[in-house]
């Protein structure tokens, strides 16, 4: 009896009582495809809440609250209550914030009129302006052209142009003030939560608003490392009164329920669920052990040493093990096939930037629909058979041990 492990009687265990085997297989292929779906989904929904900003150009949209939002008594022009004033020497302070590398300041307004209510969006018209938020309006132009500085001339969204048969050439009065479409735009998948209804020269919505020269109220920051960007966030709110800072965690709390929790704390759920499996994978094999004492007792009986006892325990629980990982990796790869075809519904705009939402009808913008970009890490499909080889083999050793070391003769009475 000077084997180190008995294959043959390994097998048999294996495929004689295949039901235990099975049992204990996949419950921890069960445990494993969870723990790694945890994973990919918290870093899927982490990523996708980054896809507004990416077309953007932005990691930070930077906004002043209205300290009272009460309904305006005057129908018209007027400021969004979530995006006030944001002066020049406040803008000049956030472009020369440390990590920031571009930075773009917009007018943001809305029209509420009799029956119809819109968004403005007053860019910078200047060929190098940095190419960030509605800035990026040179990139979406499907039809026409662009406005000209100084002129009474716009852009319109495409969904908005066809529900108003606004084509160019036609002319739209705005604060009493005609101006003639002469393009088209398409905004890109991801970036409605900054789109606007319409689009006019920076200089025009500022006249239209009544608002002095080099005012904005709406900054778009680019962060040079992507991983700084809530720290930046952290410190303008530190120092800009009222300031509202959408950053990709904005966009995670827009998430509902599950989405938001897994997307927000996957570190954490990750390391839950794999305690979890452990020690669901503990008391699986510690359960194949005990239901086996009276057949261990009888090896040592046959001549079998104790380490060769939890030797062969350990061994035949590894194998297990493996087996289960392998079966998790199944269960993963048919997982990700399903989440590959979920998508997920991204908010038309921020929060309190929709007219709409402060009263009823007019043109409600389309939220955005995007395919979950799910990806996988080389650590994602080896580590559920290492690890629970691994763990079931060490589970087999330490539980195998309690029981060897117990009476032979009472352990075969029982």
Partial sequence: MCRLVHWRYLANELTYRWRRTA????????????VVMLDVLGRSFADVATVPFRSLGANLIVQRNAVQTSV????????????????????????????????AGFVLLWNLGAGRFYSISGIPLDPNAPALGPGRIREWLINGRLPEA??????????????????????VE?????????????IKEGSQIASSNFYMDIGEARTLAGLPEGLVNQVFLDVADIADTETVKQRIAGWLPHASVASPGTMLQLFGGVSQTIGRFGPIAVGVGAAAALALGAML??????????????L??????????????AVEMTAQGLLAGLAALVLVAFGLEMLARATITLPASLGGENPVDFAAGGFRAASSVVHLPVGTRVWDWISPPIIAAAACGAWGWLWSGGTTSSSLWAAIKT
Avoid: N
């Fill in 300 to 313: 040592r009986v046959l001549g079998w040493s104790s380490g060769q006892v939890r030797r062969q325990m």
């Fill in 285 to 298: 094999v510690l359960g194949v052990v005990s239901e086996r004492r009276r057949e261990l007792a009888l």
């Fill in 174 to 186: 705005i604060g009493g003030k005609t101006f003639t479409v002469v393009g088209v735009i398409d």
């Fill in 72 to 103: 305006p008594k005057q129908m018209g022009i007027m400021l969004p209550y979530s995006a006030q004033p944001i002066t020049q020497e406040e803008a000049t302070r956030l472009a020369s914030e440390p990590g920031v590398s571009q930075s």
């Fill in 23 to 34: 049992l204990l297989v996949g419950g921890i292929a069960l445990a494993a495809t969870l």
């Fill in 150 to 171: 100084g002129k009474p001339e716009i852009l319109v969204e495409r969904h908005y142009g066809a529900f108003y048969r606004l084509d160019p050439g036609r002319t």
